[in-house]
């Protein structure tokens, strides 16, 4: 019998195999053995197994107990498994031991959006042909930190393009029964998007089933679903919710729509102490009244534009989708300099209104469990040749317990999109 079961670093709230204790009877009376408890810090250990419950035991026989460990906290914690037998003390005594550290399974990695199926021109190793009617298409949606695939879910943003009847898409894990649900609702002739988390099949799989008609489905991926318990768990983060809240309206600020081929950079200024930590905002989009047909890509607003589109339009439309974006320290006027903020690219000839809502943010897994505050500010836009307006207005609203001060402003300037 080991005087000790040890569980060394075990992902937080994830459970290991168990391990097996084995008592063997050395005398030449049987012993009897009974129940199985734990004393000590007994939400880390469980008994799985007792296969001593009730046994006698001659010289030689064995009998065994299994117990796993999930430890709750990051700290070494221990216990006792103590097992009742018919000995003068009463019971065969065990230590447990486990130590719990971070781990990245279940954490999001805010991604920077990349195009990784288009149908109507063969990226993602396809053939360049639109879906057909009661047709599913399977595509490969895998990706890596470092060497390793270790996704579990994907976030995507699914954009249908000229479909050739109503209809609808599921997105579902491959390899699965295709759910009785719609990803994604169209009428004919509609181009647009809709945000969509799915689980991966096996090496990273997904199915994307076209219910009626013909239709060019484009894929990006924005953000992923971390599946190994490890501890590479540099950049990986936790939502943190709050109450939607007004970031920006063109339609309000007094400098009227977004030109074509212009961005907008927004800021959402959580505190000093969490702003380091904000990794990606949870962000509703809409595009209203757009001029011209085109799309918008929302991106951190470092380095280049994406080759991928957040939502698409048509003429004297309103387009909203869902969005997570990765942030970058904002850089566009001294007062937002570090603040946690996202650009939104207007890939269209023609100007339009766009709102934009955020209602929580991805942080670096270090924040804990609350940020606290209240109070909003905006800041004005500026364009292109130079030109720079700056203006401000507070803007109450109610935040739940765990949201910090934060401040928005907008500032926008001339950009031409790689792609469409």
């Not at 799985?48 to 046994?55: I, M, P």
């Not at 992923?224 to 318990?229: C, K, R």
């Not at 936790?238 to 939607?244: A, I, K, M």
């Amino acid at each position: 019998m080991p005087g000790q079961l040890s569980f060394d670093s075990v992902g937080m709230g994830h459970n290991t195999a168990p391990q097996s204790v084995t008592f063997t009877s050395t005398g030449s009376a049987p012993i009897k053995l009974g129940a199985a408890t734990l004393k000590g810090q007994t939400d880390t250990f469980e008994v799985v197994n007792n296969g001593c419950l009730n046994a006698t035991l001659a010289y030689g026989q064995t009998c065994s107990v299994s117990v796993p460990a999930h430890p709750q906290r990051y700290e070494r914690v221990t216990a006792t498994l103590q097992v009742a037998d018919n000995s003068p003390f009463g019971a065969r005594i065990v230590q447990l031991a486990a130590t719990g550290r971070d781990t990245n399974a279940g954490k999001y990695f805010a991604l920077p959006p990349s195009r990784i199926l288009d149908t109507r021109n063969g990226i993602g190793g396809i053939t360049t042909s639109p879906i057909g009617p009661g047709q599913t298409l399977r595509f490969n949606a895998n990706w890596s930190v470092g060497t390793n695939s270790t996704g579990t879910a994907v976030v995507l943003n699914v954009t249908v393009d000229s479909p050739t009847s109503a209809g609808f898409l599921t997105i579902f894990r491959a390899g699965t029964a295709r759910p009785t649900a719609s990803s994604l609702n169209f009428p004919a002739g509609w181009v647009g998007a809709n945000s969509v988390t799915v689980p991966l099949g096996v090496n990273g799989l997904v199915d994307i089933y076209n219910a009626a008609g013909r239709t060019n489905v484009i894929v990006d991926i924005v953000g992923a679903y971390h599946g190994a318990d490890d501890d590479n768990y540099s950049w990986g983060g936790e939502y943190q919710p709050h109450n939607p809240t007004r970031l920006l309206d063109t339609r309000e600020d007094g400098d009227g729509p977004l030109p074509g081929f212009f961005y907008v950079t927004v800021f959402a200024d959580y505190g000093a102490v969490a702003n380091p930590h904000v990794k990606a905002l949870a962000v509703n989009i809409t595009a209203v009244d757009p001029q011209q047909g085109g799309y918008l890509t929302a991106w951190s607003g470092a380095n280049g534009l994406p080759d991928a589109s957040t939502l698409n339009f048509k003429p004297h439309t309103v387009v909203p989708n869902f969005a997570v974006i990765p942030t970058s320290p904002c850089a566009v006027v001294p007062r937002c300099a570090g603040i946690p903020s996202i650009a939104i690219l207007n890939a269209s000839s023609g100007a339009t209104h766009i709102v934009v809502d955020v209602v929580g943010f991805y942080d670096d897994a270090t924040l804990g469990g609350g940020l606290h505050g209240a109070g909003f500010g905006r800041e004005g836009r500026h364009g292109g040749a130079g030109r720079q307006r700056h203006r401000g207005r507070p803007v109450e609203f109610d935040v739940p317990d765990g949201v910090a001060d934060w401040e928005a402003a907008a500032d926008g300037q001339h950009a031409e999109p790689d792609a469409a």
